[in-house]
Nanobody, 124 residues
Framework: QVQPVESGGGSVQAGGSLRLSCAAS????????LSWHRQAPGKEREFVSVIDSDGSTRYADSAKGRFTISQDNAKNTVYLQMNSLKPEDTAMYYCKIVVPYQWGCSAAVAGSYWGQGTQVTVSS
C-alpha cells in the first residue's frame, strides 16, 4: 500500500527556514510524481510544488525563488526546502503521490495518495 508520510514541520519566525520531507512507501520499482500542497485555515488547498519522475520541477508563483523541491531516489523521499518564510506561508502542508499505470509496477499501486500533513507556522 502506498503511504506518503510527511515530517519536518514546525514553528519559525519570518525569514527562517524549514525543510519538509515526504517519504513514500510502497512505490518500489514505480515511477511517480510527488507534489506538495498546503491549506491555511478557511482557505482551499493549493498547489506549492511538484517533482515528476523525470526530475522536472514546477512551483507556484508564491514559492518561486524561496522553495526548492528535491528527491533522494534511494530513500524514496522528496524534500521541500523552504527559505525566507513569511507569515502567509502558515498552513498545513500535504504531500501527494501520483502513480500512473506503467510497465513493471503493480496495477494495484496506480492512483493518487495524500499524506496526513505537517503543520508549518510562521510568526511575524
Amino acid at each position: 500500500q502506498v503511504q506518503p508520510v510527511e515530517s519536518g514541520g514546525g514553528s519559525v519566525q519570518a525569514g527562517g527556514s524549514l525543510r519538509l520531507s515526504c517519504a513514500a512507501s510502497g512505490v518500489t520499482y514505480c515511477r511517480y510524481a510527488l507534489s506538495w500542497h498546503r491549506q491555511a485555515p478557511g482557505k482551499e488547498r493549493e498547489f506549492v510544488s511538484v517533482i515528476d519522475s523525470d526530475g522536472s520541477t514546477r512551483y507556484a508563483d508564491s514559492a518561486k525563488g524561496r522553495f526548492t523541491i528535491s528527491q533522494d531516489n534511494a530513500k524514496n523521499t522528496v524534500y521541500l526546502q523552504m527559505n525566507s518564510l513569511k507569515p502567509e506561508d502558515t498552513a498545513m502542508y500535504y504531500c501527494k503521490i501520483v502513480v500512473p499505470y506503467q510497465w513493471g509496477c503493480s496495477a494495484a499501486v496506480a492512483g493518487s495518495y495524500w499524506g496526513q500533513g505537517t503543520q508549518v507556522t510562521v510568526s511575524s
